[in-house]
């Protein structure tokens, strides 16, 4: 299992290196000119290492919660009982509110 998630992080710190080579940074945003769901997280987590909470929530307020949803949803399969039912849930609600954030803010980038 280790393994298995050490060739998953170096494929995408692997993607990342390559895209910011490259000049493209997030290729969501590259392409369609509207940020991603997820832009903003890792400047972040950097504010947040830096103890920069208005950093923070002016990047990506749901770094943190988004982090943790993926963790859910990646290991909710060892969970049992009502552990693995509240974890599903607490990773739609996260990701739920996640996307309405993004879809407010494209609202507010398009003018509509």
């Known amino acids: 299992m280790l393994r298995k998630h050490l060739a998953l992080l170096a494929l995408i ?4 290196w390559l895209f910011t080579s490259l000049g493209v940074g997030c290729p969501i945003l590259w ?3 509207f940020p991603c769901p997820t832009c903003g997280t890792t400047r ?3 504010a947040l290492l830096r103890l920069d ?12 919660p988004l ?3 993926v963790v859910l949803c990646i290991h909710g399969r060892l969970l049992v009982g009502p552990w693995k039912c509240a974890a599903a ?8 509110a996640n996307t309405l954030r ?8 398009v003018g509509a």
């Open 44 to 46: 972040a987590l950097l």
């Open 31 to 33: 392409l369609t000119g």
């Open 102 to 109: 993004y879809v407010s803010l494209l609202f507010l980038l």
């Open 89 to 96: 849930v607490c990773s739609g609600v996260i990701l739920c």
């Open 53 to 64: 909470f208005h950093g923070y929530l002016f990047y990506q307020p749901f770094a943190v």
């Open 13 to 16: 710190a692997g993607t990342l």
């Open 67 to 69: 982090i943790a949803a």
